[in-house]
């Protein structure tokens, strides 16, 4: 089986923009989560989408959202790009909703660099 | 507000030796999740426990949960090389229908021989 697939695995934006991340999940999995992670604040939880719905959700503004289409690839937005949105961009699949004990399987990542 | 704290956050050990890394957190909460990050890699998810007193095991790696202590253990038993990594715990926590998951600064585990 493939592994989850990000794209793209790099990105420079400039502050103001605005900015489309892909995860291609594994075949049959029906939950995406995406996570940020950076150096000052660590690793963080955005939101998780589990057939089409957003289940579960972490502490972000309204600017980053998400949405997953029917054949379970999810895509997350960052509308007004700032310097702190720079970071590495996880995301992760599972069969399940991982709250129900699901085992994660995550995606390569992609690097946004804000300038 | 809620904390998910991991010590030690430096650890070097020996190889063939055994030590623990704790994780402690400030709400009650029955998932807790542990990962694995290679330096410059993705993240690897090693352990879900559900339940109080749940213990997983893989390989040289066992993770337990005491939700009434508010802590969880990733216990090394025998450390190699190959382990070396940082090592993270997280907390899934509900406020309302929806939950987030707390992540801890994690733990750089460095096995030398």
């Known amino acids: 089986k493939a592994g989850v697939t990000q794209t793209p695995r790099y990105l420079i934006k400039t502050r103001g923009q605005q900015v489309t991340l892909s995860c291609s999940p594994i075949s049959g999995h029906r939950s995406v989560s995406w996570y940020q992670q950076t150096p000052g604040q660590g690793l963080q939880f955005l939101f998780e989408y589990f057939s089409e719905t957003q289940r579960n959700k972490g502490n972000f503004p309204g600017r980053f959202s998400g949405r997953q289409f029917s054949n379970s690839r999810s895509e997350m937005n960052v509308s007004t790009l700032e310097l702190g949105d720079s970071a590495l961009y996880l995301c992760?699949?599972?069969?399940?909703?991982?709250?129900?004990?699901?085992?994660?399987?995550f995606g390569p990542g992609t690097r946004l660099l804000v300038l | 507000e809620l904390k998910v704290e991991q010590n030690p956050l430096f650890l070097s050990m020996q190889e063939g030796k055994n030590y623990t890394i704790y994780c402690n957190y400030s709400?009650?909460?029955?998932?807790l999740y542990w990962y694995r990050q290679d330096p410059g890699k993705s993240l690897e998810s090693l352990f879900v426990l559900l339940s109080n007193g749940a213990v997983k095991q893989e390989g040289r790696l066992m993770a337990s949960l005491d939700t009434k202590a508010r802590l969880s253990t990733l216990h090394i038993t025998a450390a190699v090389h190959d382990l070396s990594a940082t090592y993270f715990c997280a907390l899934l926590n509900y406020g309302g229908s929806q939950g987030n998951l707390i992540f801890g600064k994690g733990t750089k585990l460095s096995v030398k021989p």
């Open positions: 992760a699949s599972s069969p399940g909703s991982w709250d129900a004990g699901e085992t994660q399987y």
């Open positions: 709400t009650t909460s029955d998932r």
